[in-house]
């Protein structure tokens, strides 16, 4: 199982990005996939997920109308789309996978079920 991040960098305040998570190594329909990030200095949150199978997506609560998730399953590749960013999106942003999953505020929370990891892609925004 491999996840890897791409897309992230630097940004400006108001911007948008779009982080993709390229998956191998699993049959993507039967796995679910969140994003992650972590800030420095700070625990991590979760961000959104996109359950395994029907596709139902679950947003961080104070996020959800700045971001949208999405699965392709012809390239095996989830993306994170962030939208007037902030300075407080800044930090490594990853993707995990969890066989059969369904995305609850509990895999936000706490990444249960998420047995896979990335290593991650830096976003900075500033002015």
């Not at 392709?72 to 993707?95: E, F, H, I, Q, W």
């Amino acid at each position: 199982v491999q996840l890897v991040e791409s897309g992230g960098g630097s940004a400006h305040i108001g911007g948008s990005l779009t982080l993709s998570c390229a998956t191998s190594g699993f049959t993507f329909d039967d796995y679910a996939i969140a994003w992650f990030r972590q800030a420095p200095g700070k625990e991590r949150e979760g961000v959104s997920c996109i359950s395994s199978l029907d596709r139902k997506t679950y947003n961080a609560e104070g996020m959800k109308d700045r971001i949208s998730i999405s699965a392709d399953s012809a390239t095996n590749t989830v993306y994170l789309r962030l939208d007037n960013l902030k300075p407080d999106d800044t930090g490594n942003y990853s993707c995990a996978a969890g066989y059969a999953g369904v995305c609850t505020i509990l895999v936000l929370n706490t990444g249960y079920g998420m047995d896979n990891w990335g290593k991650g892609t830096q976003v900075t925004v500033s002015s």
